[in-house]
């Protein structure tokens, strides 16, 4: 376990040089791209004025894209509880978050019935511990819903989602940089700009969205190790894992499609472990064109920007602190 514990402040470091690599990337790629066009327009200071729409491109795209983000309760169609409506439930969240030295979340409940789980919130006093009947009825016990919450609760002692955010900013930026390029229809002549800034914001999207769920993966883990610290049985978080697990695999993929938005920040995640095929044809009888290759991408890009570690190592993990403590 020591071992592991250091590992998370030397991935949080390469992560955080990596990241301002990849920033850096991306504004000298938009800039170079801009005073090549003015350069070739011959205009006196191309140099400034390329980092002057550089500046402007980015703050514009970064504000358009948090404007545009809904709350995570909305996405998850939750409703806000107090003690008199769930007090158990109520009592429950208030221990753990003595134990882990947090302010008491407002806790919301979704009717829906994916099992979903996650903790919303950049500060530890407005967080809101989100939970859906999903969860609550295929987890048996108040010590597995205990571990859970736990689990979601370490996220905030770990302030996870403040430091996920920052570093997923040239990711943000990027990706609604190439989401506006893409909208631009019958671009003509300002291809020569759309085109290499697409490129840019593509490749560092990819790279930048890769090293963050890396890092995603190992908080993951972290707060697996403060959940066992707290409830002091690595088996009966395991046992909730499993259970959360078999029932998102059961789930169809439709409802697992509605969850989307919320997979990276739940416990575990909310995405189809294959493609669902759709047979085309009158009669369903033909393949999809290059559904071989389809599926392949679909396994790799599950790979590369895979947020949580897989389940099956998560609870070989957990069995090897129950060990430790035998």
């Known amino acids: 376990m020591p071992s592991r514990q250091w590992s998370l402040p030397i991935q949080m470091l390469l992560t955080i040089v990596g990241m301002a ?13 801009l005073y090549g066009i003015l350069s070739s327009l011959e205009v006196s200071t191309a140099a400034s004025f390329a980092g002057g729409l550089t500046t402007l491109t980015v703050v514009t795209i970064g504000y358009l894209e948090y404007k545009q ?10 409703t806000h509880v107090d003690e008199e409506d769930e007090p158990e439930l109520y009592e429950l969240v ?19 019935q994916t099992p979903e789980a996650l903790a919303v919130g950049f500060r530890p006093e407005n967080v809101h511990l989100v939970l859906s009947r999903g969860t609550l009825d295929t987890i048996d016990g108040r010590a597995e ?8 609760l370490a996220h905030v002692k770990n302030r996870d989602a403040m430091v996920m955010t920052a570093l997923s900013l040239p990711v943000i930026l990027a990706r609604g940089l190439g989401t506006r390029l893409a909208d631009i229809e019958n671009p003509g002549g300002a291809a020569i700009v759309i ?31 403060a959940a066992v ?33 919320i997979s990276s920040l739940s416990i575990l995640p909310l995405e189809p472990e294959e493609l669902e ?28 920007f895979r947020t949580h570690p897989p389940t ?13 403590q035998d």
């Not at 800034?197 to 883990?221: N, P």
């Not at 009158?282 to 393949?287: F, H, L, M, T």
Request: a negative charge; glycine letters at 6%; charged letters at 25%.
């Open 145 to 152: 819903l205990e571990a859970v919450i736990a689990h979601e």
């Open 94 to 112: 208030t221990r753990v978050a003595a134990q882990l030295d947090v302010p008491v979340p407002t806790i919301a409940l979704s009717d829906r």
């Open 229 to 261: 610290a707290v409830t002091g049985s690595p088996s009966v978080l395991a046992t909730a894992l499993t259970k959360l697990d078999r029932n998102i695999s059961d789930t169809p993929n439709q409802d697992l499609r509605e969850a989307s938005g």
């Open 69 to 78: 983000v809904d709350t995570i309760e909305r996405i998850a169609d939750a």
């Open 21 to 33: 690599v990849v920033t850096i990337a991306f504004l000298c790629g938009v800039w170079a791209v």
């Open 312 to 324: 099956e190592e998560r609870i070989e993990q957990l069995a090897a602190y129950e060990r430790q």
């Open 195 to 225: 085109v290499p800034l697409g490129l840019i914001s593509t490749l560092i999207w990819g790279t930048g969205k890769a090293m963050t769920a890396r890092l995603s993966r190992a908080r993951e883990q972290a707060a697996d190790r």
């Open 277 to 304: 095929k759709v047979m085309l044809g009158p009669e369903g009888e033909r393949e999809p064109s290059y559904w071989w290759l389809r599926q392949r991408l679909y396994r790799f890009e599950r790979w590369l």
